[in-house]
């Protein structure tokens, strides 16, 4: 049975599940346990808080955890990351009082920074040859220099709401984080044999989720134009209508190109377009 840890409660949480429901791993976690079987794959999960998860993967309590790249570059406890999972995504970033001037990162120079964050902090300070004071703080980092605890944070972003209500602004993007996969990297066959399938279907659902099913009704005159404007993986499929002359054609098409696709195809002939998301799609 392999073990995987997730955030128990948290931002993370939600996704995690739905993301093992994706990849039909089914856990009741309606129960809150500690511990919960999937019903219907090899896999228990340990629910734990985000900042023990590296930890516990890495001294392969769980044999898999995921949680954000910012804790596992943070903990630094030498687990693998196998996988970016698309979700969760943020930056954490240096701010500073909004009615300071800013013109680099001297002005960080001598400064105080508040952080939970103090190794990924110390990192990019030495890369950049500053000179500043780490204040670790693991609550409200933002509150720090109105509080007079520092002269500028180090802290997750995302809308930038936070930061506005303290009177603080962005000035450095320093670390990009998502969600990710991570392993002990010392898995034994079994669950080696697990985590390929784990990742196959991963794999399976991160290409579903930019690609939309489409389907139209075309006249037959229209057929190999259809085909060179949506070439599918093979190629589409083609079935007669009742009506003679005219076919039913079912293809797969970039979510990005889904609008340029419709109006080409439209052009040619094509009526009565359904798209559809994709579930999964296994090339
Ligand atoms: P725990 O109780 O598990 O320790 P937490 O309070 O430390 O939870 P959350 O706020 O739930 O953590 O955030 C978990 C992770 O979600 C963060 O470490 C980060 O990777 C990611 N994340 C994405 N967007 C945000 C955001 N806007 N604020 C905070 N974290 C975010
Ligand atoms: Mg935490």
């Known amino acids: 049975m392999l073990r995987i840890a997730l955030q128990s409660k948290g931002r993370l949480n939600e996704d995690c599940l739905a993301l093992l429901k994706e990849i039909g791993v089914n856990i009741d976690d309606s129960k809150r346990k500690f511990l919960a079987k999937a019903s219907n794959f090899p896999v228990e ?8 998860i590296p930890q516990v993967v890495s001294c392969g309590t769980a044999s898999l955890g995921i949680v ?20 969760g995504g943020c930056s954490i970033s240096l701010a500073i009082p909004k009615s300071e001037q800013y013109e680099g990162l001297q002005w960080f120079e001598g400064k105080r920074i508040a952080t939970s964050y103090p190794n990924i902090l110390r990192g990019f300070l030495e890369k950049n040859g500053i000179a500043a004071k780490i ?7 933002e509150i720090a220099p109105a509080a007079g605890i520092a002269d500028a944070i180090f802290d997750i972003v995302s809308s930038g709401g936070t930061l506005v209500a303290n009177g603080l602004k962005e000035v ?10 991570i392993s002990s990297g010392n898995l034994s066959d079994d669950d080696k044999a697990v985590l390929d399938e784990i990742l196959f279907r991963i794999a399976s659902v991160k290409v579903s989720r930019r690609k939309k099913y489409l389907l139209m009704n075309l006249p037959e005159s229209a057929i190999d134009e259809a085909a060179r404007i949506l070439p599918a993986m093979r190629s589409p499929t083609m079935m007669p209508l009742a009506a003679s002359g005219w076919y039913s054609m079912h293809s797969v098409v970039d979510e990005d190109e889904l609008w340029s696709k419709i109006r080409q195809l439209k052009a040619i002939g094509a009526e009565s377009i359904l798209g559809e ?5 296994i090339p």
């Open 45 to 52: 999960v340990l629910f734990l808080r985000d900042d023990d």
């Open 68 to 87: 954000g790249l910012n804790e596992v570059v943070e903990k630094d406890c030498g687990v693998e990351v196998v996988e970016r999972l698309g979700f």
């Open 135 to 141: 204040e670790v703080i693991t609550g409200s980092v």
């Open 277 to 281: 998301n994709v579930d999964k799609l």
């Open 172 to 181: 450095e993007k320093v670390f990009e984080s998502e969600a990710v996969l």
